[in-house]
């Protein structure tokens, strides 16, 4: 019960502000333009309190789940004649938003998702320029963990315990920012490298990838895993039903070794699994002081290898950033969860990807309530920025209802000089309707069935 009111307040909080963020960037954009808005609304429903300011009726409703802008003559019903055939005058009301060229209505419709990207911008550039959780205990030489099998560091010569003692010049460099900058500056050259092996000292040149000049790009992406944390994995959850419970991992063991190879952060495991293509490995885990081992053979989940189990998060400490590298890392966020949703919707529609894998506002929920109960506050501000971002990218797909269908129709008129008619209209929005009614259905369903009451009941 706790779980179910913690991810019914974070859901209706977060989801709320996202939508009502929204929808401000269509008002002020109307207001701008000089479109009449007869109603903001927080929420929807039945009208529990508001007042009236100039033409517009300010309102919080009864349903707090978003809210909405109601604009004159902005729904093609608007445009129809009354139940008792009187015509509305709405075409010849300057404030109605047919009234308005073309260009300022296609920048309302912008306007919306416009400010769902803004304020995923704004969350992160706050979050890294305040708060900027990093761990408080790291690993202060720059040793090398793993080296992944066929990269550029492992034609290098670098192996797993290396220390670099020098990177292209840079003296007994940290990983960030020593390394990572020098990544940047020397993208498809080849930089000399002096390392630190058992106390012997060893010479060699790394090439550095051409996509290092992409913000994304960081030093694991030449096959080096750093070492930053001391200690072994902490397993915090199992998933039920995944090779790591099925193997005997449980909440509270250390995972000493992987393969012989002394891991001691989880992402480095994860890379491990990949280049190991589903191979079968084989765990030293402690657990309560005493030694056992343990064999896994990992799954493979959107193209990622997994065991099903989460890790225990270190303790972290705040590091905020100057302005000028929260703005790089907040951009760069943005960018990279942008392409990350062009990317799933190329693969639905690719069938690389199943329908039933999208996340709808039952797992949604789940994930706020999680991301509320998460130490720290990384989890609930790139939630929120994952979220602000999806639903402006979601509303931007040609489809009506939905603002990119409305600039989609708002060219076609434009390419044939007419608007089209308003019956036609209305029925493509009808319709449209329908179309997405059932989506949320279907995808409603979706979640329901896949929460742990009912995938426990499944065979």
């Known amino acids: 019960m706790h779980d179910f009111l913690v991810s019914a307040a974070a859901f209706i909080v977060l989801v709320g502000v996202m939508v009502i963020v929204h929808e401000f960037g269509h008002f002020i954009v109307a207001k701008l333009c000089g479109v009449r808005v007869e109603a903001f609304s927080l929420g929807f429903g039945p009208r529990l309190f508001g007042f009236k300011h100039g033409e517009t009726e300010y309102k919080v409703c009864l349903l707090p789940l978003g809210g909405f802008v109601k604009m004159t003559g902005e729904s093609p019903e608007q445009n129809l004649e009354t139940p008792d055939k009187r015509p509305q005058d709405v075409a010849s009301d300057p404030g109605a938003f047919t009234s308005h060229p073309r260009w300022q209505r296609a920048l309302i419709g912008l306007a919306g998702p416009a400010a769902n990207f803004v304020l995923a911008l704004a969350l992160m550039l706050f979050y890294y320029s305040f708060i900027n959780e990093v761990p408080s205990v790291q690993v202060k030489s720059t040793t090398v963990e793993w080296v992944t099998p066929g990269s550029a560091?492992?034609?290098?010569?670098?192996?797993?315990g290396d220390v670099i003692r020098s990177f292209d010049g840079v003296k007994n460099?940290?990983?960030?920012?020593?390394?990572?900058?020098?990544l940047k500056l020397n993208a498809n050259s080849d930089v000399p490298v002096t390392l630190d092996r058992a106390g012997k000292t060893i010479s060699t040149t790394l090439h550095i990838p051409a996509a290092a000049k992409d913000e994304n790009f960081d030093i694991s992406d030449t096959g080096i895993e750093p070492q930053y944390m001391p200690g072994p994995i902490q397993v915090k959850e199992v998933q039920p039903g995944t090779p790591a419970a099925a193997a005997g991992l449980q909440a509270g063991d250390q995972i000493v070794t992987v393969d012989g190879h002394p891991f001691h952060f989880v992402t480095t495991l994860v890379?491990?699994?990949?280049?190991?293509?589903?191979?079968?490995?084989?765990?030293?885990?402690?657990?309560?002081?005493?030694?056992?081992?343990?064999t896994a053979k990992p799954v493979k989940i959107n193209s990622t290898w997994m065991l099903g189990f989460s890790s225990q998060l270190p303790p972290y400490r705040n590091q905020p950033l100057a302005f000028p590298s929260a703005w790089k890392?907040?951009?760069?966020?943005?960018?990279?969860?942008?392409?990350?949703?062009?990317?799933?919707?190329?693969?639905?529609?690719?069938?690389?990807v199943s329908v039933t894998q999208l996340m709808g506002p039952?797992?949604?929920?789940?994930?706020?309530?999680?991301a509320a109960e998460m130490h720290g506050w990384m989890p609930k501000f790139m939630l929120a920025g994952e979220i602000s971002l999806n639903l402006g990218i979601l509303n931007l797909l040609p489809f009506p209802i939905l603002d990119g269908g409305l600039i989609l129709l708002l060219v076609i008129e434009g390419v044939m000089r007419h608007d089209i008619n308003v019956n036609v209209k209305e029925r493509i929005y009808q319709?449209?309707?329908?179309?997405?009614?059932?989506?949320?259905?279907?995808?409603?369903?979706n979640d329901v069935t896949n929460l742990h009451t009912f995938t426990h009941a499944k065979p």
């Open 153 to 160: 560091a492992a034609r290098a010569g670098i192996e797993p």
């Open 329 to 352: 890392k907040s951009v760069a966020f943005c960018n990279q969860n942008s392409l990350l949703v062009f990317e799933v919707l190329e693969r639905l529609f690719t069938h690389r």
């Open 362 to 370: 039952v797992r949604i929920a789940q994930a706020a309530g999680e």
């Open 431 to 445: 319709a449209a309707f329908v179309v997405l009614m059932v989506f949320f259905v279907f995808i409603m369903f």
């Open 271 to 294: 890379a491990y699994l990949q280049a190991g293509q589903g191979q079968p490995i084989h765990l030293e885990i402690l657990r309560s002081g005493v030694k056992t081992s343990l």
């Open 173 to 182: 460099p940290q990983w960030e920012p020593d390394v990572e900058e020098q």
